[in-house]
């Protein structure tokens, strides 16, 4: 919940809340027009005008809050993709003759996932979910997640109605996913070295050596430099 809380941006949060509290303030008002029409209590006749504005505005209100509240619920699976998105931090590594296992890490704070895979390379398919333009001004343009290892799929938070496939149906989810890919992405076989999967709007998903791991290997490379330094200024003229 703390990590689908951090990527819920604040306009959209805000949307979803106004859009339920205005359409229930609304379904209330109507709802008690029409049980005082049909009970015969006097009232105070209003033109039909009246009531064809209230009915659009209460549609479009809660066509907006269905809208917002997928969004927010597409972020149980997904990552919200912002420029370079990081999804996961992944490893590839020998497991045996034509075996590989692969090491699968969503968050800093989640467990790793461990598939031992047949063949000789680590394949991650990456799904990219192009949004709805309006929630783009919302802050969520586009969504991302691994979404399968190899042939193995990954375990959806979301029932199979709540999740964005590439092949397009009638579905209520249609008023939130413009469109949606599945991307393949080959880790190369090291034990050593983690990669991280990167999404990024407008482009296809990439790979780059773990920051950590990075770090180590640049402070590894000072390390050595600082002592060809030193045994320069030691050496006999």
Not at 45 to 63: F, G, K
Not at 69 to 94: F, K, S
Not at 147 to 157: E, F, K, M, Q, S
Not at 204 to 214: D, H, N, R
């Amino acid at each position: 919940m703390t990590e689908l809380l951090r990527q819920v941006p604040a306009k959209l949060l805000c949307c979803a809340v106004l859009a339920v509290l205005f359409s229930a303030a609304l379904t209330l008002l109507l709802g008690w027009h029409a049980i005082r029409r049909l009970a015969g209590i006097p009232r105070v006749p209003r033109p039909p005008e009246t009531y064809v504005a209230l009915s659009t505005t209460w549609l479009l209100l809660v066509a907006t809050g269905l809208v917002a509240i997928g969004a927010i619920v597409l972020l149980r699976d997904h990552r919200r993709v912002d420029g370079r998105t990081e999804l996961a931090e992944v490893r590839c590594r020998a497991a045996g003759p034509d075996r590989v296992r692969m090491e699968v890490r969503a968050s800093p704070s989640a467990a790793p996932e461990s598939y031992d895979l047949e063949g000789n390379a680590c394949v991650v398919w990456v799904k990219q979910v192009e949004l709805r333009p309006g929630l783009a001004i919302l802050g969520v343009p586009a969504v991302s997640r691994i979404d399968g290892i190899g042939p193995v799929p990954r375990p959806n938070a979301n029932p199979e109605w709540l999740t964005p496939r590439p092949v397009p149906g009638r579905r209520l989810l249609d008023l939130v996913v413009r469109r949606t890919e599945s991307v393949p992405v080959t880790v190369p076989v090291d034990a050593e070295r983690s990669q991280v999967v990167l999404s990024s709007l407008g482009g296809g998903p990439t790979l780059k050596p773990s920051p950590a791991e990075q770090l180590g290997q640049d402070g590894a490379s000072r390390h050595f430099n600082e002592l060809g330094a030193v045994s320069a200024r030691r050496a006999p003229p």
